[in-house]
């Protein structure tokens, strides 16, 4: 048995199901597959579960690429108030949170729903558990894709089948696969947004501060975030860990100021010339957890009243905690990561359509693309963006 179809899309996430939507819309019979037994599921664990779906600001150095130029076009052309009048159009209830983080009052399930209502009214199939064995380009133009259930030929055929990350998910390389396959470049890939694991004598050291949040600033580089680090029984974690991680490279050490918006030698030489009899201990307590000044600082120094201190002395506390130098072992990760960096090189593909430039037809779109967004909406807005952009096209 053959199915015809104007576009097959491959995956049934957040850039499969826009894309789909749009693609339909101008009429194209279109049907989405995945081989997971339901659409959506990454939508539906995001955010805790309420879908982190954009942010208030979107921009293209939210965004990490082989080609910074890429995604510009993208989300100018569907930006993050396009997404948000679907929303409203929905009648989704949604908070901001920090940083214009977007959320779902209720439910992740909200988006998700929103999107499949889209999709039936205006057409399209959707197909899970549908194992692909083999794609190719026909002669008569378009392509075929050989199933379990039969054969199934598109005149455009969009790959939205995300990255590797959170295996458990249903995640798959087939988008890569598929890219090597008709000699499209794939960018090396590696975890983003994931927590990062500490060398053994560190782990020792920190582990009991397992559960411990600390709003801190994490540089690496050239590049700085300013939010909560949580220490966990494997190593680093917490949103700014997150962020960072995703432009951490192995070898690298990281700088944690734990009191970033003090200058902190200031404040002790004040309280020395004061003639504070506190124990240097006992100040620093008021602003950061007691087991975390024992692991950065020895015993003698913070049993030592201020008013003992000398400047040197000062000098290295404040270097330790708002300077303080740590070389992570690694990541945890595709387990626990939230994105995939790398993947298909952008100069591969317009800018405009999302459509390989020596393939016709073929479309890559979302997380597949070498373009990875921050923590905070970003991805997604990605996902919308170029999957609309490809809906026009396809």
Not at 211 to 225: H, K, L, M, Y
Not at 320 to 331: A, E
Not at 380 to 393: D, H, I, L, N
Request: glycine fraction near 10%; include cysteine; proline fraction near 5%.
């Amino acid at each position: 048995m053959t199915d015809d179809f104007d576009v097959v899309i491959i995956g049934a996430g957040a850039s499969g199901l826009m894309c789909a939507i749009e693609a339909a819309k101008r009429g194209r019979k279109v049907t989405v597959v995945d081989h997971a037994n339901r659409p959506g599921k990454k939508i539906l664990m995001s955010g805790g579960g309420r879908c982190n779906f954009t942010n208030y600001s979107v921009d293209a150095d939210n965004y990490l690429s082989h080609n910074p130029h890429f995604c510009k076009s993208a989300l100018k052309r569907y930006s993050q108030w396009d997404f948000l009048a679907l929303v409203q159009r929905h009648h989704i209830p949604y908070h901001e949170r920090l940083h214009g983080q977007l959320f779902c009052d209720d439910s992740a399930k909200d988006i998700l729903n929103a999107l499949l209502a889209e999709c039936r009214q205006y057409g399209v199939t959707i197909q899970t558990q549908f194992v692909i064995s083999e794609v190719k380009q026909i002669p008569e133009g378009g392509f075929g894709l050989t199933t379990a259930s039969g054969f199934v030929q598109c005149q455009s055929l969009v790959v939205a089948s995300g990255g590797l990350s959170i295996p458990k998910m249903g995640a798959s390389p087939l988008g890569y696969q598929l890219a090597e396959q008709f000699a499209v470049k794939v960018w090396p890939t590696r975890a983003g947004l994931v927590p990062l694991t500490l060398q053994p004598t560190d782990k020792e050291t920190f582990s009991a501060l397992t559960g411990i949040a600390v709003p801190c600033e994490v540089t690496v580089g050239q590049q700085s975030f300013k939010e909560n680090l949580l220490f966990t029984h494997r190593g680093l974690s917490g949103p700014v860990v997150l962020q960072i991680s995703s432009y951490w490279q192995p070898g690298d050490a990281l700088e944690i100021n734990c009191l970033p918006d003090l200058v902190l030698v200031d404040i002790l030489k004040q309280q020395r010339a004061q003639g504070s009899k506190v124990k240097l201990k006992t100040f620093l307590t008021e602003h950061l957890p007691k087991r975390l000044l024992q692991a950065l600082l020895p015993d003698n120094l913070l049993e030592k009243p201020l008013a003992d201190c000398a400047d040197i002395q000062l000098q290295q506390v404040a270097e330790q905690i708002q300077t303080w130098r740590i070389k992570p072992n690694g990541t945890e990760g595709y387990r626990t990561a939230e994105v995939t960096l790398g993947g298909v090189d952008c100069n591969a593909l317009s800018s405009k359509t999302m459509e390989c430039l020596t393939v016709p037809g073929l479309f890559f779109i979302g997380e597949v693309v070498d373009v990875t967004g921050w923590l905070g909406g970003y991805n997604f807005q990605w996902a919308w963006s170029s999957g609309w952009c490809a809906g026009q096209y396809v």
